[in-house]
T-cell receptor, first 110, second 119 residues
Framework: DAKTTQPPSMDCAEGRAANLPCNHS???????VYWYRQIHSQGPQYIIH???NNETNEMASLIITEDRKSSTLILPHATLRDTAVYYC???????????FGTGTRLQVFP | DTAVSQTPKYLVTQMGNDKSIKCEQN?????MYWYKQDSKKFLKIMFS???????INETVPNRFSPKSPDKAHLNLHINSLELGDSAVYFC??????????????????FGPGTRLTVL
């Protein structure tokens, strides 16, 4: 079973920041938070991951709370092409298995 | 410069047939996976191979047999296809590194998927 809770859907205006929350209250010390997205039945696309520090790359920023029980994925300037299902996944560093939940369907509108 | 590729993209076949899906990665990774996404969009891991050895084998019928001829390829052969096998199958790959003596699985990169329809 997925160890994360995400809202089923969110809307965001094009050009605005999209903030996608994720709860992972049972996360363990050796577990990373990963974010993937899936655009209309394409293969899941890796976005970003982190352990306890905030992370930023060319796609997004990941903010992890100090107690690590929740995180937020930030797309700073959402575009129509960011419309997708976003999955927040908690994974121990030493296992291969990604357990996908139901994700958040982000709709970016003009 | 495709990283993880799958063939075919679409596969339509009759119940009872045997079919294969191929996956290749050119990322130099040593671990490959098969995932299944059903009609309700749940994405679940089926198998993983590391250096051609089976690492993960979830509760999958033995009609499904993965084969890894080398580290860059992981094929999925399905015998006696059933209606419930209709789904999108995704291949993925990653590297395993060692950190402090313990194995560590790195980021997985997915292929575009194969949509299998069993009639």
């Amino acid at each position: 079973d997925a160890k994360t809770t995400q809202p089923p859907s969110m809307d965001c205006a094009e050009g605005r920041a999209a903030n996608l929350p994720c709860n992972h209250s049972t996360i363990s010390g050796n577990e990373y938070v990963y974010w993937y997205r899936q655009i209309h039945s394409q293969g899941p696309q890796y976005i970003i991951h982190g352990l306890k520090n905030n992370e930023t790359n060319e796609m997004a920023s990941l903010i992890i709370t100090e107690d690590r029980k929740s995180s937020t994925l930030i797309l700073p300037h959402a575009t129509l092409r960011d419309t997708a299902v976003y999955y927040c996944i908690v994974r121990p560093y030493n296992t291969d298995k990604l357990i996908f939940g139901t994700g958040t369907r982000l709709q970016v509108f003009p | 410069d495709t990283a993880v590729s799958q063939t075919p993209k679409y596969l339509v076949t009759q119940m009872g047939n045997d079919k294969s899906i191929k996956c290749e990665q050119n990322l130099g990774h040593d671990t490959m996976y098969w995932y299944k996404q059903d009609s309700k969009k749940f994405l679940k891991i089926m198998f993983s191979y590391n250096n051609k050895e089976l690492i993960i084998n979830e509760t999958v019928p033995n009609r499904f047999s993965p084969k890894s001829p080398d580290k860059a390829h992981l094929n999925l052969h399905i015998n006696s296809l059933e209606l419930g096998d209709s789904a999108v199958y995704f291949c993925a790959s990653s590297s395993r590194t060692t950190s402090g003596g313990a194995p560590r699985a790195d980021t997985q990169y997915f292929g575009p998927g194969t949509r299998l329809t069993v009639l």
